[in-house]
Structures are given as structure tokens and as C-alpha cells.
């Protein structure tokens, strides 16, 4: 694995990440207040960013949290973005496991989509164990899609290799036949990963090379997997995240493994495949780390969403996923955040654009 400072070098993400946030700022930030004035109890203690990026949570907080927070950002150019974009607020370059802060100084720690990307949750966990007061918070949200940097190294050393959801690409199944739909693994529309066992997709992979199958060109993460040494899970999270973030590769990729997948029936060779949902793995890994034995109670667990007024029908952003319907679903995509907060609400009906962040909520015991 790389150290944060080398995978967090280049300033361009952050601009990725503002555009791709523009659209959604007013829901995400509706959710984001909701949270911590929900969730940060009052003073005394200080109030503390973890890895902070380009500074998206400080734009999202309540003005007087905002004014008192301190952010922390491990990676040099990131910090430099950061001190650039926000001259006033005061930014210390270091990362998680090692706060400079003395035992039970902060009553916060806030991070926004970081959690997932870390190997060394368990040490960040005891870092700030240490740091906050007992009735101390963390909160944690994401907005966007959930970072496989900690799902990936699991799923590779258990056996599996993480795939992109093919059975759920809504532009490849209107083109597929009732017979080909049915032959697809059963998964959920929102799972981002589906796994195999690596055994047979490698076989399936060595088959294809040494018979020179135009199929295996087009596998893009996946085409060199039958070289020896080629399952490198940070190489396979890097390129998992590009292909899925452009929509035209991720619909080319998709369709080879559909076509893979297809293959591999029509041969008779079992392909056992599982859906994961990234963002539930990450749910569950910070509900362990952030339990009982290390200290902590958990105080918040799962999506919620937020929504406002469309132009027509029923637009979804959640889990890195924007999909549309043509109408409202009868159920919101998690817990209203009208049940944490009184600003005024539509009624979810009509034409809707909604939004989910994940939270996660813990106290210092
Ligand atoms: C996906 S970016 C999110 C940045 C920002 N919070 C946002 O959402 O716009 C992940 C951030 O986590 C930071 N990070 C990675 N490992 C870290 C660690 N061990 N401690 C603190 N921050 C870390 C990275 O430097 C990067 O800024």
C-alpha cells in the first residue's frame, strides 16, 4: 500500500470531487448539519477535521462549528489546496494515527469520506480514543461512492476477485434476452462490487489468453489477470475506481463481463459470483472498530436522505450511483433527515430528486 501522502498528491481529485458534488450541495449539506448538530456534543474540547481534502465538510457545517474546527489533512499538496481555498481556517498537515492534540482535548472528530480509504482504521480508532473526552464524538459521512482501498485487500486474501456490478447495468439489460437476464448472478442495484471465486475466473482468464479470445482485450482491470503476479489489490481499486467513474468505460467494461459471464455458462463452468455492497462492508467494519470493546458506542448506522424538488420524475443519487425512475419510489432511500432537523420539506411525491450520505455516529464512552 502506498502511504496517504503518495495516493493523495494530486489536486485535481479535489476539483473531481467539487463538480461531482455541485449538483447534490444543498441536500448533502442539509444532511451534513442535520448530523452534527444531531451527533457533536457541546463544549468544552476542540473540534477536529480528519483529513479534510479540499475542505467540502467546512462548506457543509453549521457556521459556528465551522468558525472553531481545526483541519487535519496528512497529504502536503492536499493541505496546501486547503490553506489556499480556506486562508482563514487553520490547517495542520498530519495524519489520523497521530493527532496533535493531548489525551481528551477534542470533543469532535469529523471526517468526510475517509474512513473508507483507510488500512489503518484500528489505529486511527485508538488515536482518537485517546484524543477525545469521554461523550466525545466522531462522525463520519460519505457522500459519494465508498472507496474499495479497504474492501479490496479482503476480498483478494479471502479468495475472491471484486468485479464491477455487471448484472445491474440498466443499459445492458434492456438489450439482453429474458434467457441472458436470467443466466446473470442475482445482485442488488446498488451493490458496487460482485465477487468471484478467484480460481475459476483465473482459469476462465487463462483459457481465453491461451486461445487468443478477442474477449479478454476488452476485460480493461481484469484483461491481465492471468499473468502471474498481476492481482495487486491497490493496482485493482485504482482502476475499479477510474472504470466506474466514467460512465462510457464502465458500460464497455460491463458488457464484456456479461459477455464473460455468458461464456462462462454456455461452457459449463461454474462461475460462483456474490454481490457486496461497498458502503454496507464499510458500515460494518467502523461498527466493530467503533464498539463497546475499543471504548466507544455507536449512536448511528446507514444512509440518509434528503430531497427537493425536480423537473420530472424520480432522480436517486446513492452509493455513487445517480439512477432515474420514472416515478417516486414509496420509500425514501434511508432515514428522512427531516427526522433530525425541522427546516421545511416537500412531500415526496410529484417529480423528486434525492439524495443519501452515509453517517456513522460513535461516542467516547
Ligand atoms: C477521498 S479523499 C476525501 C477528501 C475530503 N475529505 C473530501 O471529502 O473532499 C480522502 C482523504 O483522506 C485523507 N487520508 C488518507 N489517509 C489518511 C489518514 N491515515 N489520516 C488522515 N487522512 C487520511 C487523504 O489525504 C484525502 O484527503
Known amino acids: 500500500m502506498l502511504p496517504a501522502a503518495d495516493r493523495w498528491h494530486d489536486p485535481a481529485l479535489l476539483e473531481h470531487l467539487a463538480r461531482v458534488r455541485a449538483p447534490w450541495d444543498a441536500l448533502a449539506g442539509r444532511i451534513v448539519r442535520a448530523a452534527a448538530a444531531r451527533f457533536v456534543p457541546p463544549a468544552p474540547g476542540a473540534v477536529v477535521e480528519l483529513g479534510a481534502g479540499g475542505g467540502q465538510l467546512l462548506e457543509w457545517l453549521p457556521p459556528p462549528l465551522a468558525a472553531e474546527a481545526v483541519l487535519t489533512e496528512p497529504s502536503e499538496p492536499f493541505a496546501r489546496a486547503l490553506r489556499a481555498r480556506h486562508p482563514n481556517a487553520p490547517v495542520l498537515q498530519t495524519n489520523a494515527d497521530a493527532l496533535p492534540f493531548g489525551a481528551g482535548e477534542v470533543r469532535a472528530a469529523l471526517a468526510l469520506c475517509v474512513f473508507d480509504t483507510l488500512r489503518n482504521l484500528g489505529a486511527v480508532r485508538d488515536e482518537l480514543r485517546r484524543v477525545l473526552r469521554p461523550g466525545g464524538a466522531v462522525l463520519h459521512v460519505l457522500d459519494l461512492a465508498t472507496s474499495p482501498d479497504a474492501l479490496f485487500p479482503e476480498l483478494i486474501a479471502g479468495g475472491e476477485v471484486p468485479l464491477t456490478n455487471f448484472a445491474r447495468d440498466t443499459a445492458l439489460l434492456e438489450v439482453l434476452s429474458d434467457a441472458q437476464r436470467e443466466a446473470l448472478p442475482e445482485a442488488g442495484e446498488f451493490d458496487e462490487v460482485l ?30 489477470l492471468h499473468r502471474p503476479g498481476a492481482l495487486d489489490p491497490d493496482a485493482l481499486a485504482l482502476n475499479f475506481m477510474r472504470e466506474s ?17 455468458l461464456t462462462a455458462k454456455q461452457m459449463g463452468r461454474e462461475w460462483p459470483v456474490r454481490a457486496v455492497s461497498s458502503r454496507a462492508f ?37 452509493a455513487g450511483r445517480t439512477v432515474r425512475r420514472a416515478e417516486v419510489p414509496a420509500e425514501p432511500f434511508g432515514t428522512p433527515v427531516s427526522d433530525w432537523d425541522t427546516e421545511a420539506f416537500l412531500p415526496r411525491e410529484g417529480a423528486v430528486r434525492e ?3 452515509e453517517v456513522f455516529a460513535a461516542r467516547r464512552a
Open 282 to 318: 464499510v458500515r460494518a467494519k467502523l461498527c466493530a472498530a467503533f464498539g463497546p470493546a475499543h471504548g466507544f458506542e455507536m449512536l448511528f448506522a446507514g444512509p440518509v436522505s434528503a430531497w427537493e424538488a425536480a423537473d420530472e420524475g424520480f432522480v436517486l443519487r446513492h
Open 355 to 357: 439524495t443519501t450520505v
Open 195 to 224: 465477487a468471484v471465486r478467484w480460481e475459476p475466473f483465473h482459469a476462465l482468464l487463462k483459457l481465453l489468453a491461451a486461445t487468443g479470445h478477442p474477449l479478454l482485450a476488452r476485460l480493461g482491470p481484469y484483461a491481465e
Open 245 to 261: 467513474a466514467d460512465p462510457a468505460r464502465l458500460l464497455a467494461l460491463n458488457r464484456a463481463l456479461v459477455a464473460l459471464a
